[in-house]
């Protein structure tokens, strides 16, 4: 992989990371309004972790001498905790984890930029884990069953 091709993918997930980041927050907070506050809980912890591994991106593309570079990714926001869970699975299905996988293995170069990308990976293998468990649970139990469980009550 160039030094430009990773610049451009770590400068890419800043931009995923960030976007997402602000649809979790705005997430959070339909969801805490709508009294799902357990669920709301789970978009916060996902936003600031999102937040986090953008910030991570951006200073390693600084710490490798590249440019920062500003983008946003349109997110559709949902007010229906099952609609963003299906989503979110469909964002796995889609293949992301596999193709943060694929970009770490054609790190050859740089271990620091390599390890980085495998810890979002293992982020995400929780957070996928987490959704499977979820949509499990409402399957089990049925929505309006599952709805009062991630109620505050």
């Known amino acids: 992989m160039t030094f430009e ?9 800043a931009a995923a990371w960030y976007s997402t980041s602000q649809a979790d ?13 357990k669920f709301a809980d789970h978009c916060k912890e996902e936003a600031e972790e999102e937040l986090e591994e953008a910030k991570k991106c951006t200073e390693r593309v600084v710490a490798l001498g590249g440019k920062p570079e500003y983008g946003f990714i349109p997110q559709t926001i949902h007010d229906d905790p099952k609609a963003l869970l299906e989503q979110w699975n469909k964002e796995f299905e889609d293949g992301g984890i596999e193709e ?20 979002f990976v293992e982020g995400e293998e929780e957070h996928r884990a987490w959704v499977a468990k979820h949509l499990a649970i409402i399957d089990k139990l049925g929505y309006d069953n599952y709805l009062l469980e991630m109620m505050d009550i």
Do not use: C, P
């Open 5 to 13: 091709e990773k610049i451009k993918a770590l400068n890419e997930l």
């Open 25 to 37: 927050t705005i997430h959070e907070a339909i969801f805490r309004g709508q009294g799902f506050g």
């Open 100 to 119: 943060m996988n694929q970009l770490a293995a054609s790190i050859t170069d740089d271990a620091v930029t390599r390890k980085l990308i495998e810890e």
